[in-house]
């Protein structure tokens, strides 16, 4: 049984920051893509980076550019995703999802087969 489960989440003052781990099990993810999303209260979910398993290529939404990092290690079976210069926009439940037939940086949440239960992140002003 494949799940995704996300750590890291809480809450941080504006300008802080935070790193969330997403850990993979049940099986290997080589060929895979995987991503961050995020779902603020009222709005629909988001892009936010993604990473190619075996090669390590990211790609980032225009709202995270210069701030997120999204990296992978292989040997833990884990994708992070280090936020700096949180803003009070940024706060959110993110969401880990992966799928192997989807390419780096595509933005269709509908199109990612796997999904973590969400972690929240609160960013206060």
């Known amino acids: 049984q494949v799940q995704l489960v996300e750590f890291g989440g809480g809450m941080v003052q504006a300008g802080g920051s935070l790193r969330l781990s997403c850990a993979l099990i049940g099986r290997t993810f080589s060929g895979y893509v995987m991503a961050w999303f995020r779902q603020a209260p009222g709005k629909e979910r988001e892009y936010v980076a993604s990473i190619t398993w075996n090669d390590g290529s990211t790609d980032y939404g225009d709202s995270v550019k210069g701030r997120f990092t999204i990296s992978r290690d292989n040997a833990k079976s884990t994708v992070y995703l280090q936020m700096n210069s949180l803003k009070s926009e940024d706060t959110a439940v993110y969401y880990c999802?992966?799928?192997?037939?989807?390419?780096?940086?595509?933005?269709?949440?509908?199109?990612?087969?796997?999904w973590g239960q969400g972690t929240l992140v609160t960013v206060s002003s």
């Open positions: 999802a992966a799928d192997r037939l989807v390419t780096l940086g595509w933005l269709e949440s509908q199109e990612y087969d796997y």
